[in-house]
Structure formats: structure tokens, C-alpha cells
């Protein structure tokens, strides 16, 4: 099945419930934010949409490391042009992006990923681009700088591409609905 046709059979026109995770994935990002309380490096997101699982990072960490959400807003499940999708993730992030608990990058991750010249991550979470060649180009840029934790979304049969990545790379650690982290 297409990405294309997967969206357009499991989401209505605006629900902003398919831009976050399950309870039980959301208690496995919280445990790994929490884990990554012991070091004050940043906590990296890759693929914003728009800012749910961001906020739910936020909540989690409240305010211990710096967070750092990557989205380009090229692609959308409702089918929002760029501006609107941006302008959607603005809104949802204003008050976390003002209190300065996230830095919100409107960028390529690729620009992103050869610019970045920070700490090693305590913690990268990967929901951006979900191909084989983009999920594992997504985890050897956590791994080449060194990130504490490299997890992400969609582990599933639906997202091939990902579940072949994931498994290159020595397959989950951990593993909850489609939330997964590398050992």
C-alpha cells in the first residue's frame, strides 16, 4: 500500500489525534526522556509535524535538557501546503518555543544533520521520512555524533522501510506499539 493511499484511508480531512503516539508509546518516550535526565545534553526530534509528540517530550522532560524539534513541512496527512502546515506547528509549540523549553528548526533534516555542531544527544527520536534509505540515514547520523539514545516511530508493516532500517541496525531494544528503541 502507498504512503499516499494509507493516509488518505486512516485520516479525516483535520484530526489532530493521528499527530501523536499511543498511551502505551507515549509512556515508553516519557520513561526515555526521564533516562535522559541524568545527562544535560539536548533531546533531538526528527520530523515535528505539528508539535504534539514535541509537546509530550516537553511535559515529560519539564524543562531539564534543552529539546530541538527538525521538520522541513513538506508533507502533511492532511494535505496542508507548507505555509499552513508551519503556521500549525507554530501555534502549537508558541508557548514552549517562548519559554525557550524548545528550539524549533524549520529546516531540511539533511542541512540539518550537517550542521549540527552541538553536544552528542542524550536522546534522538526519529518521525520524519519512513523509507528504508531515510530511516537509516536518520540513525547513523544519531549514531555518528554519538546520541545516548536513538529511538523512533512507525515499527510496523506498514513502514517496511523502517522495520528493515531498525533491524539493521540490531533491531529494538525496546518496543512499544510502534515506538522502538535501538539497543
Known amino acids: ?5 494509507y493516509v488518505r484511508r486512516a485520516f479525516s480531512p483535520f484530526d489532530p489525534r493521528v499527530a501523536t503516539l499511543t498511551e502505551e508509546e507515549l509512556d515508553l518516550l516519557r520513561n526515555l526522556v526521564r533516562e535522559a535526565a541524568s545527562t ?3 533531546i533531538i526530534e526528527i520530523g515535528t509535524l505539528i508539535g ?3 509537546t509530550e517530550i516537553a511535559l515529560a522532560d519539564q524543562g531539564r535538557h534543552e529539546i530541538i524539534t527538525v521538520d522541513n513541512y513538506c508533507w502533511n496527512p492532511w494535505l496542508l501546503d507548507s505555509q499552513q502546515h508551519s503556521a500549525t506547528a507554530a501555534q502549537m509549540l508558541r508557548y514552549l518555543v517562548a519559554s525557550d523549553r524548545v528550539k524549533r528548526i524549520e529546516m531540511d533534516k ?3 544533520f550537517e550542521k549540527y555542531s552541538g553536544p552528542a544527544p542524550a536522546l ?3 518521525d520524519a521520512w519512513h523509507t528504508y534509505e531515510e530511516t537509516k540515514k536518520d540513525i547513523v547520523w544519531a549514531q555518528s555524533v554519538q546520541t545516548n539514545v536513538v ?9 517496511a522501510g523502517v522495520v528493515r532500517a531498525v533491524e ?3 533491531g529494538p531494544k525496546r518496543l512499544a506499539g510502534r515506538l522502538w528503541t535501538l539497543a
Open 1 to 5: 500500500m502507498s504512503l499516499m493511499t
Open 40 to 42: 544535560p545534553r539536548p
Open 52 to 54: 504534539a509528540t514535541t
Open 110 to 112: 539533511q542541512k540539518f
Open 124 to 126: 534522538v527520536f526519529l
Open 151 to 159: 529511538s523512533g516511530h512507525d515499527y510496523c508493516p506498514d513502514f
Open 168 to 170: 539493521e541496525f540490531g
